[in-house]
C-alpha cells in the first residue's frame, strides 16, 4: 500500500510538471524596485499595509520617504464604491454589485517612467435578502476584504511582468 501511494505522488508530480504547472511564488519585481516608495495609499489602509508587506516579500525595502535611489509606485486612484445591480418588484435593491477601481504609475528613482497608468477594475456581485440582513452586511465585509486582497495581487502581477521584461 505504501509503494502504491508514492508511486501515485511521483506519477502526479511527473503529470504536473509535463503540463507547465508551478507555483505562483513572489513576484519578480523590475530591477529598480529594491528601494520603493508608495505614494498616494494611507500606509495604514489595507492597500497600503498590504501592499508594503507584499511588496516586502518580493524582495523590496519599501520606504517611509523619497529618497535618493528610491523608486516610487503613485496610486492616482483609490476607489471603492457599492451600487445597486437590481431592483425588485416592490422598489427595493435586490443585488448589489462592489466596485474597486485604482490606477497607479511607477517611476525609478530620477523620476523617469517605469510604467505607464495602470488601470485595475474589479468586481464583486451580491445579492440583497431583507431576512438576512446580518448576513448581508457581513457578506458585504467578506467580499470588500477580498478585492482588497486581489488588487494587492493585481498590482503585484503587473509589476511582475515589467520585472519578466527587465
Same mark, same amino acid.
Given at each position: 500500500?505504501?509503494?502504491?501511494?508514492?508511486?501515485?505522488?511521483?506519477?502526479?508530480?511527473?503529470?504536473?510538471?509535463?503540463?507547465?504547472?508551478?507555483?505562483?511564488?513572489?513576484?519578480?519585481?523590475? %530591477? =529598480?524596485?529594491?528601494?520603493?516608495?508608495? @505614494?498616494?495609499? &494611507?500606509?495604514?489602509?489595507?492597500?497600503?499595509? /498590504?501592499? +508594503?508587506? $507584499?511588496?516586502?516579500?518580493?524582495?523590496?525595502?519599501?520606504?517611509?520617504?523619497?529618497?535618493?535611489?528610491?523608486?516610487?509606485?503613485?496610486?492616482?486612484?483609490?476607489?471603492?464604491?457599492?451600487?445597486?445591480?437590481?431592483?425588485?418588484?416592490?422598489?427595493?435593491?435586490?443585488?448589489?454589485?462592489?466596485?474597486?477601481?485604482?490606477?497607479?504609475?511607477?517611476?525609478?528613482? %530620477? =523620476?523617469?517612467?517605469?510604467?505607464?497608468? @495602470?488601470?485595475? &477594475?474589479?468586481?464583486?456581485?451580491?445579492?440583497? /435578502?431583507? +431576512?438576512? $440582513?446580518?448576513?448581508?452586511?457581513?457578506?458585504?465585509?467578506?467580499?470588500?476584504?477580498?478585492?482588497?486582497?486581489?488588487?494587492?495581487?493585481?498590482?503585484?502581477?503587473?509589476?511582475?511582468?515589467?520585472?519578466?521584461?527587465?
Amino acid at each position: 500500500m505504501n509503494v502504491q501511494r508514492i508511486l501515485s505522488v511521483l506519477l502526479l508530480s511527473v503529470l504536473l510538471t509535463a503540463c507547465g504547472f508551478q507555483l505562483r511564488g513572489e513576484a519578480r519585481l523590475p %530591477a =529598480g524596485m529594491q528601494h520603493v516608495h508608495i @505614494q498616494g495609499a &494611507d500606509p495604514l489602509s489595507p492597500l497600503g499595509r /498590504d501592499l +508594503s508587506k $507584499a511588496l516586502a516579500r518580493s524582495g523590496a525595502t519599501v520606504a517611509d520617504r523619497v529618497e535618493d535611489g528610491v523608486s516610487v509606485l503613485k496610486i492616482t486612484a483609490n476607489a471603492l464604491s457599492t451600487d445597486v445591480l437590481s431592483v425588485g418588484g416592490n422598489a427595493r435593491a435586490t443585488e448589489y454589485t462592489i466596485r474597486y477601481h485604482v490606477e497607479f504609475v511607477l517611476e525609478d528613482a %530620477a =523620476g523617469r517612467g517605469l510604467l505607464p497608468v @495602470q488601470v485595475i &477594475d474589479l468586481t464583486r456581485d451580491f445579492t440583497f /435578502d431583507a +431576512s438576512q $440582513a446580518l448576513g448581508v452586511a457581513a457578506e458585504q465585509d467578506l467580499l470588500t476584504k477580498e478585492l482588497q486582497r486581489e488588487m494587492v495581487q493585481a498590482i503585484l502581477r503587473r509589476l511582475d511582468v515589467l520585472g519578466r521584461a527587465g
